[in-house]
């Protein structure tokens, strides 16, 4: 299977019909970008620029953002690179930020709730990024949005930022898109709305999941909810997919559920245009989709959402879908 996927690293991400998608890869550092370009991804579907934060002692300042991001957008050669603005906050602790204790971190101050809080560190990365714009194809994401204004106001201050560097004499490329990731369920049900003023949509299966079943992603304890076939989450994921479309819009999904080899015969069905994965899950989603045809991935999804009650039933209905077409 190994010696069949490794024939895949140059070839196109095509359904048995001939039906195009994305096929790209999650990473935290630009050294990932190695293992990306090994495994024939497509693009850089989520770059979890915490890690830039994370790992040093202090803020890390404008010119090393720009070195980082320059680095990805220059490997990628051209390819999509979907950049997400820190996500401090939930799990993912920052000393030097000084953030006082919550009782419910993964429902307090995180992510863009911090960066509309602290602008000066926002704008600084804002900066980097588009800085480093003209090396590449940049797409920036907004993590955990909740709201319209939330959206707006990140937009403004990233508008503002845009202006102010090329009044500086700086270059910026034309072409950035700008969307937001669809991990809390207001986004994914508001989908309708958003699609009318954001580039695209990223769906966070890891933290959307986590907030529809209402329980902790770490918790092994609840671990029986983290359910990414209860037709609910089908429900939500379905209707954002089918809002950016209506709006001449893409999604993709970069939670750990893009590269679910049970779940990819779904979200194909459904329409997904690019699917984000670590880099060792390609070549493998890559085989999949080419045994599966996009109309009848579509019916399965279709039947899925709207004839099964529990998760238990998706599976067994996949399975037997995959079973006939592999
Ligand atoms: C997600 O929530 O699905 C996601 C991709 O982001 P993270 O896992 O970094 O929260
Ligand atoms: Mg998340």
Same mark, same amino acid.
């Given at each position: 299977?190994?010696?069949? *996927?490794?024939?895949?690293?140059?070839?196109?991400?095509?359904?048995?019909? $001939?039906?195009?998608? /994305?096929? #790209?890869?999650?990473?935290?550092?630009?050294? @990932?970008?190695?293992?990306?370009?090994?495994?024939?991804?497509?693009?850089?579907?989520?770059? !979890?620029?915490?890690?830039?934060?994370?790992?040093?002692?202090?803020?890390?300042?404008?010119? /090393?953002?720009?070195?980082?991001?320059?680095?990805?957008?220059?490997?990628?050669?051209? %390819?999509?690179?979907?950049?997400?603005?820190?996500?401090?906050?939930?799990?993912?602790?920052?000393?030097?930020?000084?953030?006082?204790?919550?009782?419910?971190?993964?429902?307090?101050?995180?992510?863009?709730?911090?960066?509309?809080?602290?602008?000066?560190?926002?704008?600084?990365?804002? !900066?980097?990024?588009? &800085?480093?714009?003209?090396?590449?194809?940049? !797409?920036?994401?907004?993590?955990?949005?909740?709201?319209?204004?939330?959206?707006?106001?990140?937009?403004?201050?990233?508008?503002?930022?845009?202006? =102010?560097?090329?009044?500086? $004499?700086?270059?910026?490329?034309?072409?950035?898109?700008?969307?937001?990731?669809?991990?809390?369920?207001?986004? #994914?049900?508001?989908?309708?709305?958003?699609?009318? /003023?954001?580039?695209?949509?990223?769906?966070?299966?890891?933290?959307?999941?986590?907030?529809?079943?209402?329980?902790?992603?770490?918790?092994? !304890?609840?671990?029986?909810?983290?359910?990414?076939?209860?037709?609910?989450?089908?429900?939500?994921?379905?209707?954002?997919?089918?809002?950016?479309?209506?709006?001449?819009? *893409?999604?993709?999904?970069? $939670?750990?559920?893009?590269? @679910?080899?049970?779940?990819?015969?779904?979200?194909?069905?459904?329409?997904?245009? =690019?699917?984000?994965?670590?880099?060792?899950?390609?070549? &493998?989603?890559?085989?999949?989709?080419?045994?599966?045809?996009?109309?009848?991935? #579509?019916?399965?999804?279709?039947?899925?959402?709207?004839?099964?009650?529990?998760?238990?039933?998706?599976? =067994?209905?996949? /399975?037997?879908?995959?079973? %006939?077409?592999?």
């Amino acid at each position: 299977q190994k010696a069949e *996927w490794a024939k895949l690293v140059e070839a196109e991400s095509v359904t048995k019909d $001939g039906k195009h998608v /994305e096929l #790209a890869a999650n990473i935290g550092t630009p050294k @990932d970008v190695v293992g990306v370009l090994e495994n024939g991804a497509d693009g850089v579907g989520l770059y !979890r620029t915490e890690f830039l934060y994370m790992d040093s002692a202090d803020f890390p300042t404008e010119d /090393e953002q720009y070195e980082a991001y320059k680095a990805v957008l220059e490997s990628m050669n051209g %390819k999509g690179v979907v950049v997400r603005t820190m996500d401090i906050g939930g799990d993912k602790e920052l000393p030097y930020l000084q953030l006082p204790e919550e009782m419910n971190p993964f429902l307090g101050y995180r992510a863009i709730r911090i960066s509309l809080d602290k602008t000066d560190m926002f704008k600084t990365q804002l !900066r980097a990024l588009l &800085r480093a714009s003209v090396h590449g194809d940049l !797409r920036i994401m907004f993590p955990m949005i909740a709201t319209l204004q939330e959206f707006r106001s990140a937009k403004k201050i990233y508008d503002e930022t845009k202006a =102010e560097l090329i009044s500086e $004499g700086v270059s910026v490329s034309e072409t950035i898109q700008v969307g937001i990731m669809v991990e809390i369920p207001a986004a #994914a049900v508001l989908a309708k709305q958003f699609a009318k /003023e954001v580039d695209f949509f990223s769906i966070g299966t890891n933290d959307l999941i986590q907030y529809t079943m209402a329980a902790d992603r770490m918790n092994e !304890r609840v671990s029986y909810l983290y359910q990414p076939y209860n037709p609910s989450i089908l429900t939500l994921i379905k209707n954002v997919i089918d809002a950016s479309h209506a709006e001449g819009k *893409w999604t993709g999904m970069c $939670g750990e559920m893009a590269g @679910d080899q049970t779940a990819v015969p779904l979200l194909l069905g459904m329409g997904l245009d =690019e699917f984000s994965m670590s880099a060792t899950s390609i070549l &493998r989603t890559r085989s999949l989709i080419s045994k599966l045809d996009s109309n009848e991935m #579509a019916a399965l999804a279709d039947k899925a959402i709207n004839e099964c009650a529990t998760a238990e039933e998706v599976v =067994e209905l996949v /399975e037997e879908a995959v079973r %006939k077409a592999t």
